[in-house]
């Protein structure tokens, strides 16, 4: 076991392969292996891997579905406690991206011989934090030495079968709604190569850190029409917007010019600051996605950026959008409207 001197000379994400690319399979590689698996599944089973979904729903009675989700990674940031807040506040959102409300969570927890305890108490209090400020308690979980450290969330949720939000309901003529900006993939890989600025660190880390709570509960409220939604993670913008037109059979049309970013991240991407899990995304989406003739390949990769606890992603009417922009705006929320969703073969369209 280190001593506390040598913990401080090492850097939390040193230890990580996959620092600021969540280490998920690759999209197509994942869609393979699942594709060959057979499942066997009831009618009570209302959601599950087929539509590449944020979590599973099981109807438990006519009133009541769980929803269940879990989610971990190595380190995207030194910091221990935001470390865990980050990864906590991760899991908990594919729980509201599907309108539900999470009941409790369990830890997941992989650990190294070579840092102390302390910095697992940390990674632990970081994501407890984030836990209560979603006002659930962890009541359990499950730890693994690793040599290299991970982090996260089994989380539990409740849901009325009939108000599920899935990713794979939009219809033509919905608008595209994103409640946060694309480029913490690449932030925080500047982060980890030491060239991201004290600001953009300090803004990339508290939206990696904030709940999608308030955005969930809005498009959970019934206030207005909610066709589809999704978080945008580890498979970027362009990965998640492809699924959620695949499973609609759906195409979308996207302007460049009003995808909010983070300020500095067009930049570092166009200095090549880009991680391996954006590149795989971009590759993976390339032959569904129309680009403008001409778009540097380094938007193409902050569009494709793969992102941690990224922003809610929803298909809403267009008569119902301004009143969802307002009810957004209202909790806190500066969410843009992206694009439309129209008729045709699955896929995107970026027009700008």
């Given at each position: 076991m ?28 994942l ?18 891997f ?11 009675t ?12 190595p ?9 865990g807040?980050?990864?906590a ?20 927890v992989?650990f ?27 009541l ?11 982090y996260?969330l ?24 994103l ?7 690449i932030?925080t890989?500047a ?5 991201a ?26 206030k ?9 993670t ?13 499973g ?37 989406v390339k ?9 540097p390949?380094?938007?193409?990769w902050v ?5 941690t606890?990224?922003?809610l992603l ?6 119902d ?11 806190g929320?500066?969410?843009?409207l ?15």
């Amino acid at each position: 076991m280190a001593d506390a001197k040598s913990v401080k000379r090492l850097r939390l994400t040193e230890l990580s392969h996959c620092a600021g690319c969540a280490a998920k399979l690759r999209a197509g590689d994942l869609q393979k292996i699942l594709g060959g698996l057979k499942s066997s599944r009831g009618p009570q089973a209302l959601v599950g891997f087929n539509t590449n979904d944020d979590a599973a729903v099981y109807r438990l009675t006519p009133g009541l579905a769980v929803v269940e989700t879990v989610d971990f990674f190595p380190p995207v940031v030194d910091d221990p406690f935001q470390f865990g807040a980050i990864a906590a506040a991760n899991a908990l959102s594919d729980i509201y991206a599907m309108g539900a409300k999470p009941l409790f969570a369990l830890n997941l927890v992989g650990f190294p011989d070579s840092l102390p305890m302390s910095v697992l108490s940390k990674i632990l209090a970081g994501g407890q934090s984030k836990v209560d400020e979603a006002g659930i308690s962890i009541l359990g979980g499950h730890s693994i030495r690793d040599p290299e450290p991970k982090y996260g969330l089994a989380v539990t949720g409740v849901v009325d079968p009939k108000k599920v939000l899935t990713n794979a309901g939009a219809k033509p003529g919905d608008v595209l709604l994103l409640t946060k900006p694309l480029g913490t993939g690449i932030a925080t890989t500047a982060i980890k190569r030491g060239v991201a600025s004290k600001q953009l660190s300090k803004r990339v880390i508290a939206l990696m850190s904030t709940l999608n709570r308030a955005s969930g509960e809005v498009f959970a409220s019934g206030k207005f029409k909610v066709n589809a939604l999704t978080d945008v993670t580890g498979y970027g913008l362009l990965g998640h917007l492809l699924e959620m037109m695949t499973g609609a059979k759906t195409r979308a049309a996207v302007d460049l010019e009003r995808i909010p970013l983070i300020a500095d991240v067009p930049g570092l991407a166009e200095a090549g600051v880009v991680p391996g899990g954006t590149k795989s995304n971009l590759e993976h989406v390339k032959k569904k996605v129309r680009f403008p003739k001409g778009l540097p390949e380094a938007i193409q990769w902050v569009l494709a950026d793969a992102q941690t606890n990224g922003g809610l992603l929803a298909s809403v009417p267009a008569r119902d959008a301004l009143k969802a922009l307002k009810a957004l705006e209202k909790v806190g929320v500066d969410a843009a409207l992206i694009g439309e969703v129209q008729a045709g073969r699955p896929g995107i369209d970026i027009i700008g």
